[in-house]
């Protein structure tokens, strides 16, 4: 099979969507099937990598981090591409990547599917603040609606986006499709040479978050549930290991609390060693997102055994239901203050979660989930062919 994908954001932006892509397309690959992207260049960014196919792009207002790709070099990077035969296209973005794969399906005259990656109508406030929250959700289900409408099927990560789609009255057909992780590739790591290079003894209570360090994320939240659990434990220490537009006030907000000497802002970590290194430092993974609509993080922590304190928010919940790894905390500071101190400073409870924090990850592999999404693909193929 011959795909498509196309996408307004691919790496050296780090995030769930790039990782996504990154993940399916190696998967895809390794069953023999031919996945070329269109993605943005960036400055700096990496050299030729096969099938993907960089578009100049320029900055985005109010979004330092990403690109918007120039319309006039994607349509010549496409029109080069109609030359071959593509059998389905996959959009990975609502921007221009929507509109450009849309009437490059159609010239083609294949079907084409579309990953929702993103909760909009929560993510767009934090980039837009100074347009009514109310204006911006209903933008985001309008226009959420109206693209669906244009793919022949939607691909979602989790259950809660699901249900959130059905209740803006997207009608498209919709199946839940999360993206798997590489199981096998996550092991070793040196917690204690991580401690060494961040002054962190081997007495501290290590929590990590570790993601895109973005309004989003509700870090701040951490940060204050941080404060009033070290108030009460003296050896308890938190990194954040990421970077985003949201880095500097976080900064500035931990200098607020109190907790500037014991928070460790470690910036991305090379994931085929110091990110591992990072995760085996922990003696737990605390996340707060409330807009997340799957958290791969969760995963990954989980599979290297750490236990994890969240809110089972949107995407989630399908990750930390029935989850004895994972210890569910109410989304209030106070409350998540207190099981984030539960689990640092119980030995027995912080040991018995990190023996059974693997248990369940199989279900994830990043192989099974390729299968279901070439099956997804052979479906709208055979439905696209009976129309």
């Given amino acids: 099979m011959k795909i498509l994908m196309i996408s307004d954001v691919y790496f050296p932006r780090v995030n769930g969507v790039s990782t996504s892509i990154q993940t399916f397309r190696g998967e895809l690959a390794a069953r023999g099937h031919r996945v070329d992207l269109v993605a943005p260049a960036y400055p700096g960014g990496p050299g030729d990598e096969p099938g993907v196919h960089r578009v100049r792009s320029r900055g985005v207002p ?31 973005t609502p921007f221009l990547a929507h509109y450009l794969g849309i009437a490059f399906a159609r010239r083609q005259r294949v079907p084409v599917v579309e990953t929702y ?67 096998d590739r996550l092991s070793g790591g040196d917690g204690r040479r991580f401690r060494a290079q961040h002054d962190l003894t081997p007495e501290d209570r290590v929590m990590l978050f570790v993601g895109r360090v973005a309004h989003e994320k509700n870090i701040g939240f951490l940060l204050h549930a941080f404060r009033q659990a070290a108030e009460r434990s003296a050896g308890l220490r938190l990194v954040i290991a990421g970077e985003g537009p949201a880095l500097p006030g976080l900064r500035e907000l931990a200098d607020r609390l109190g907790v500037a000497a014991r928070t460790r802002f470690v910036g991305y970590l090379d994931r085929d060693g110091a990110l591992q290194d990072c995760y085996r430092a922990a003696d737990a993974f605390v996340f707060a997102s409330r807009t997340e609509t799957q958290g791969l993080v969760l995963l990954e922590a989980l599979a290297l055994g750490v236990p994890v304190v969240a809110l089972s928010v949107m995407g989630t919940r399908d990750v930390l239901e029935g989850q004895p790894g994972a210890l ?3 989304d209030s500071v106070p409350e998540f203050a207190q099981a984030m101190l539960k689990v640092a400073t119980d030995d027995a409870l912080r040991g018995r979660m990190a023996a059974r924090a693997a248990e369940g990850v199989e279900a994830w592999r990043a192989g099974p989930l390729a299968e279901r999404l070439i099956a997804a693909y052979d479906e709208v193929l055979a439905t696209a062919g009976s129309r």
Avoid: C, N
Wanted: no cysteine; charged share 25%; net charge neutral.
């Fill in 328 to 330: 569910v905390a109410e």
């Fill in 62 to 92: 109010l979004d330092p981090e990403d690109r918007l790709m120039a319309r006039s070099q994607a349509r010549t990077t496409l029109q080069a591409l109609e030359r071959e035969r593509f059998d389905i296209v996959h959009i990975q």
């Fill in 117 to 183: 990656h993103t909760f909009f109508e929560e993510y767009l406030y934090h980039y837009v603040p100074f347009v009514p929250r109310a204006a911006m959700r209903a933008l985001a289900r309008t226009v959420s609606r109206r693209q669906a409408a244009q793919v022949d099927r939607l691909l979602v990560p989790s259950t809660a986006m699901r249900d959130k789609l059905a209740d803006y009255g997207v009608g498209t057909p919709m199946q839940i499709l999360p993206t798997g992780i590489p199981v």
